[in-house]
């Protein structure tokens, strides 16, 4: 029964994972809101970013409510508070601050507590199969983009506009959400298992290793988000027509996929230094890639390589985490790992719409995206040695 079971709760928290990762289509409502509703490029890159801040802050939270209540009922609030804050925003008849606060802090707080549960009961379902599990749940929360840029993308060439999609997102993804949810559980504990007291996590979040840790993870989100943020209007000013644009948004979330894939597995077998060290270079030489003139389909694959680069920050590091920390430490220590994850979906789509007013280009935010994930690949080669031989 339980071999039955694991398998149920293993599928029902990627299809969670799939709802909520719906949130990386952003761009794809981005130039309806600044065409039919006349918000800012930065502002609309804003409300994204902080969709996400929002998110991992609540992740805090929402491994501590996992802790006391468990995983059915913590994704339970998590999904209908994020089905909530849609509906709420599709009231908002465009307003900057209707539409921040329902899906900046509603859906946001939705997503946080949503994520944390299918991450840590898969591991606990599969306790020998880890990295693979944490690839799959955070490969579905990927490929989410895929699923609702093809969903808003039907509903806008059947005449709906952004108000009604987000009506429509809250009502139907979320109610298939809220049955997943239903079916989450953990495994029975032995009767033998003994309970560690609870740890101060003091004493882990000042080390150099977790600030590595912490200093990484944003370098990637940050150039990620920069350029998912504002995805679609970045492939409208390189010259690519709609259709092209459009598609580069499911490009970058099967990148995304595709990397929350095969990073762990190269994790588990180069350790999480080298890893750490392929996947910055990786990303920070592919980003200046999208500034050359060349091919649709080119540009394309380009943008598939950033998105493979940036999906290996939520494996590579939550790996490294469990790896040093321990399982039972994870669901509390790792939140605020992904807290710099928030700031950066905080800064970066915020930062390249306004360099984008400022200058009239996205090019500089790309070029600084970069930059930022060099320096940081240089700081773990000179320093992440260090704290291993320590």
Not at 61 to 70: A, D, M, N, Q, V
Not at 114 to 138: D, E, Q
Not at 336 to 353: D, E, S
Not at 367 to 376: E, Y
Request: proline content about 3%.
């Amino acid at each position: 029964m339980n071999d039955i079971k694991k398998w149920i709760v293993l599928f029902s928290g990627l299809v969670i994972q799939m709802v909520l990762g719906g949130v990386y289509a952003w761009s794809v409502f981005a130039p309806s809101l600044v065409r039919d509703y006349n918000l800012l490029n930065s502002s609309v890159g804003f409300i994204f970013g902080f969709i996400i801040a929002t998110f991992t802050f609540s992740m805090i939270i929402g491994g501590r409510l996992l802790e006391k209540f468990g995983p059915r009922i913590t994704s339970v609030i998590g999904v209908l508070l994020f089905s909530a804050g849609y509906v709420l925003a599709s009231f908002s008849d465009g307003n900057y601050y209707h539409i921040l606060i329902s899906l900046g802090i509603v859906s946001g707080i939705g997503i946080g507590f949503g994520y944390v549960c299918p991450l840590t009961v898969g591991m606990k379902w599969f306790p020998k199969h880890k990295g693979l599990i944490t690839g799959v749940s955070v490969a579905g929360f990927g490929g989410g983009a895929i699923l609702l840029s093809y969903i808003a993308n039907m509903m806008f060439e059947k005449g709906l506009n952004v108000m009604e999609i987000f009506f429509n997102i809250g009502i139907y993804l979320g109610g298939v959400a809220f049955l997943c949810a239903l079916l989450m559980s953990e495994p029975k504990e032995d009767e033998n298992t003994v309970h560690k007291p609870k740890e101060c996590l003091k004493k882990y979040l000042f080390t150099k290793t977790f600030i590595l840790f912490c200093v990484g993870i944003f370098a990637g989100t940050f150039a990620g988000l920069m350029l998912v943020g504002n995805l679609k209007p970045v492939m409208l000013s390189v010259g690519l027509n709609d259709m092209y644009a459009t598609l580069s948004i499911s490009i970058f979330a099967l990148g995304n996929i595709i990397g929350r894939t095969i990073w762990g597995e190269i994790h588990d077998l180069l350790g999480s230094r080298k890893t750490i060290l392929i996947s910055l270079l990786f990303l920070g030489l592919s980003l200046p890639l999208l500034l050359i003139n060349t091919l649709p389909e080119i540009l394309l694959f380009i943008v598939l390589l950033v998105g493979i680069g940036f999906g290996g920050c939520f494996v590579i590091y939550a790996s490294s985490v469990v790896n040093n920390y321990g399982i039972d430490l994870f669901p509390r220590l790792y939140p605020f790992c992904f807290l710099c994850y928030g700031i950066a979906g905080l800064k970066g789509p915020a930062i390249g719409g306004y360099i984008h007013e400022l200058i009239g280009s996205y090019s500089y935010g790309i070029l600084l995206s970069s930059v930022i994930v060099l320096l940081v690949f240089l700081l773990f080669f000179f320093k992440f040695e260090e704290v291993e031989n320590a």
